[in-house]
């Protein structure tokens, strides 16, 4: 729970959100119904970043530099930040490290603890730990197996690239086992993504919004469309349980059409690109992080199926005098 360091007014630091102008406006609003001035910053390596419309842009440095927490930390003093939101999976965890670091009790971020969100973002570290919990994974290949169709994950990659589809020994061999995860191959399948908020402090699952990813282009779902998936919802509840994931979480299902099985693919623990599809469908995630870092009580919200999303370009344009 924190305070607002300016009555009246929650300001955001944006970590790696250049492309989120929607979910900007989503907060702007979300603020705007609790009474709030809104002001929104963010910390971009390049300042003509589309978010420039919604959001002061201050350019920082890469997630993996030393002086990422010192520097982040100026910014929060300088523009007196309440809340942190990261959008790519580097922010994740020097967020969660930021606030464990410089200011629990000062600044909120709807994450969880570190060594578990960089746990999510190593494939193979991933598909063990979900085993272990007894969750159903894509069954992992093992030296030796026979090779049927097989599909290899860059062990840290993100946004689908990458991926390399194995359909013979010659290709297996060529991979390098310690930089894939390599499991078997659903070519006949739905993909499902469920956009969660769970309570940082208590645990409380306050949303569980699946939605079909229709289309996608350059790893990020460009038409979306919530459904009202009991089974989805069911298993989601039960990674959520397990796992102990707090805040914002996005999960990857995949359904195998041929055999009926729900699978878990990957979980990203923060809000994906495509989770303004859930907000347009009743499931208010601003308001769930507002609500959440000022310490009010969190109600339960139920996504309204059948709400279609399709993203479009829109142009954003830096003049050379500004």
């Not at 910390?43 to 420039?52: F, G, K, R």
């Not at 578990?116 to 969750?135: P, W």
């Not at 059409?257 to 623990?269: A, K, Q």
Request: aromatic residues 6%.
């Amino acid at each position: 729970m924190i305070s607002c360091k300016t009555p009246g007014r929650l300001s955001f630091l944006f970590l790696g959100g250049a492309k989120r102008v929607a979910m900007a406006r989503m907060v702007r609003k979300a603020c705007a119904e609790r009474g709030f001035e809104c002001d929104i910053t963010g910390y971009e390596l390049d300042a003509h970043s589309a978010l420039a419309c919604e959001a002061e842009i201050r350019e920082g440095l890469r997630w993996g530099d030393t002086g990422v927490f010192d520097d982040i930390d100026r910014v929060v003093d300088e523009r007196k930040v309440d809340i942190i939101l990261p959008f790519v999976d580097g922010a994740v965890g020097v967020a969660s490290e930021y606030v464990n670091r410089y200011g629990s009790g000062l600044v909120f971020c709807p994450v969880s603890e570190r060594a578990l969100v960089e746990r999510m973002f190593d494939k193979i570290a991933a598909a063990e730990f979900f085993e272990r919990l007894g969750l159903p994974v894509p069954v992992t290949y093992k030296p030796g197996a026979p090779c049927g169709k097989l599909i290899a994950k860059p062990r840290f990659g993100s946004a689908s690239k990458g991926i390399v589809n194995i359909d013979s020994l010659g290709k297996l061999y060529e991979i390098n086992k310690g930089k894939y995860l390599i499991q078997e191959r659903i070519d006949n399948r739905e993909e499902i993504t469920v956009d969660c908020y769970v309570g940082v402090g208590n645990g409380f699952i306050a949303a569980v919004s699946p939605r079909l990813r229709c289309e996608v282009s350059g790893g990020e779902v460009v038409r979306t469309e919530t459904v009202d998936d009991s089974e989805a919802i069911a298993l989601v509840r039960r990674v959520l349980e397990a796992t102990g994931l707090r805040g914002a979480v996005t999960v990857q299902l995949l359904r195998d059409l041929d055999s009926g099985r729900l699978l878990v693919m990957e979980i990203n623990p923060r809000l994906g690109g495509g989770a303004v599809a859930s907000v347009h469908a009743s499931v208010d995630l601003p308001g769930l992080i507002i609500d959440d870092a000022l310490g009010r009580e969190l109600s339960e919200c139920v996504p309204v199926p059948g709400v279609e999303t399709v993203r479009y370009l829109e142009d954003v344009v830096f003049y050379p005098e500004k």
